[in-house]
């Protein structure tokens, strides 16, 4: 099986920008999670998705939106870029109802300038 | 909500020693228990987990304990190696959310 993928997997913006990545799971996986990674913060969730419905959010502005399609890919969207908002930003899926067993993708990493 | 509290943050062992990373959590509804590893530039890789109605769990060289009355779980690397040397996740699911601890550093010496 073909593992998580996303794209793209650089991108540099401006403040004051938006930008969408998309992310396709596992086949087979209907649960997909969104995280941002930076050096200080670590690893934050910022949203989970399973069959289209969004069923948890973590505590990020609501710059931060995502969604997903029928065939379980996924985007999400980040709004009025931040210069903070530069990181890796990765999805994961799980085949499972629960997200137990989540497999990453290999992250897009957004610049802000 | 949930928070996960990982130490150390940076671990230094000689190779063929063990290391052992220990993980705290807030939640006790919380029922799954991975650890990831994460090399230079990589994804995080699902190394090992467990599931609440389990104590210990094995596999090779990896080992994860979990005791829920007092919320903690640990990981144990056996006679580690040099390709051992990563950062280290450990992380709690609750509500469909994975949150993670912010992480280890270890690093292997020949």
């Known amino acids: 099986k073909a593992g998580v993928t996303q794209t793209p997997r650089y991108l540099i913006k401006t403040r004051g920008q938006q930008v969408t990545l998309s992310c396709s799971p596992i086949?087979?996986?209907?649960?997909v999670s969104w995280y941002q990674q930076t050096p200080g913060q670590g690893l934050q969730f910022l949203f989970e998705?399973?069959?289209?419905?969004?069923?948890n959010k973590g505590n990020f502005p609501g710059r931060f939106s995502g969604r997903q399609f029928s065939n379980s890919r996924s985007e999400m969207n980040v709004s009025t870029l931040e210069l903070g908002d530069s990181a890796l930003y990765l999805c994961a899926s799980s085949s499972e109802g629960r997200i137990y067993e989540q497999y990453f993708g290999p992250g897009t990493r957004l610049t802000v300038t | 909500g949930e928070n996960v509290e990982q130490h150390p943050s940076t671990l230094s062992v000689q190779e063929g020693d063990s290391a052992v990373i220990k993980c705290t959590y807030s939640d006790s509804a919380s029922n799954y228990f991975p650890w990831y590893k994460q090399e230079l530039g990589k994804r995080p890789q699902l190394i090992i987990d467990?599931?609440?109605?389990?104590g210990e769990k094995k596999d090779q060289r990896i080992a994860v304990t979990l005791n829920k009355t007092a919320k903690h779980f640990s990981l144990h690397i056996t006679e580690t190696q040099p390709e051992d040397s990563a950062v280290y996740f450990c992380?709690?699911?609750?509500?469909?959310?994975?949150?993670f601890g912010a992480g280890t550093t270890v690093t292997v010496r020949a």
């Open positions: 086949s087979g996986h209907r649960s």
């Open positions: 992380a709690a699911l609750g509500d469909y959310k994975l949150s």
């Open positions: 998705y399973f069959s289209e419905t969004q069923r």
């Open positions: 467990i599931r609440s109605n389990v």
